[in-house]
Nanobody, 119 residues
Framework: QVQLVESGGGLVQPGGSLRLSCAAS????????MRWYRQALGGQREWIAA???????NYLESVKGRFTISRDNAKNTVYLQMNSLQPEDTAVYYC?????????????WGQGTQVSVSS
C-alpha cells in the first residue's frame, strides 16, 4: 500500500512564502510524474505544476515565476516552493503521483494541506 502525505501548509501574509512537501511511503514502488493541485473553497480542483522523474517541469501560467516544483527521488518526495503568495492562492493543496507497485500502475492522491493567505 502506497501513501502520499503532505505537510507544510499554514497561514501566511500576502507576499510571504511557504514550502509544501509530499512524501510517498510504502514498499517496492516506483514513482513517475509527480504533481501538485489545489482546490479553493467552492471551486474545482486545478492542476498547478508537474515534475517528471528526470526533473522536467511544467506550471500553470498563473503560478509561473512564483512557484517552483522539485523532487528528491532518493527520498520519494516532491516539494512546492511558493513565493509571493496572494489571497487568491488560498486553497487546499494536494499532491498527486503516478506510482507503480508490483504490476499495478495507479494514480495516487495525498490528503491535502491547507494554505491560507491573509493579512
Amino acid at each position: 500500500q502506497v501513501q502520499l502525505v503532505e505537510s507544510g501548509g499554514g497561514l501566511v501574509q500576502p507576499g510571504g512564502s511557504l514550502r509544501l512537501s509530499c512524501a510517498a511511503s510504502g514498499s517496492r514502488f516506483s514513482i513517475y510524474v509527480m504533481r501538485w493541485y489545489r482546490q479553493a473553497l467552492g471551486g474545482q480542483r486545478e492542476w498547478i505544476a508537474a515534475v517528471t522523474t528526470g526533473g522536467s517541469t511544467n506550471y500553470l501560467e498563473s503560478v509561473k515565476g512564483r512557484f517552483t516544483i522539485s523532487r528528491d527521488n532518493a527520498k520519494n518526495t516532491v516539494y512546492l516552493q511558493m513565493n509571493s503568495l496572494q489571497p487568491e492562492d488560498t486553497a487546499v493543496y494536494y499532491c498527486n503521483a503516478d506510482i507503480r507497485a508490483g504490476d499495478d500502475l495507479k494514480n495516487y492522491w495525498g490528503q491535502g494541506t491547507q494554505v491560507s493567505v491573509s493579512s
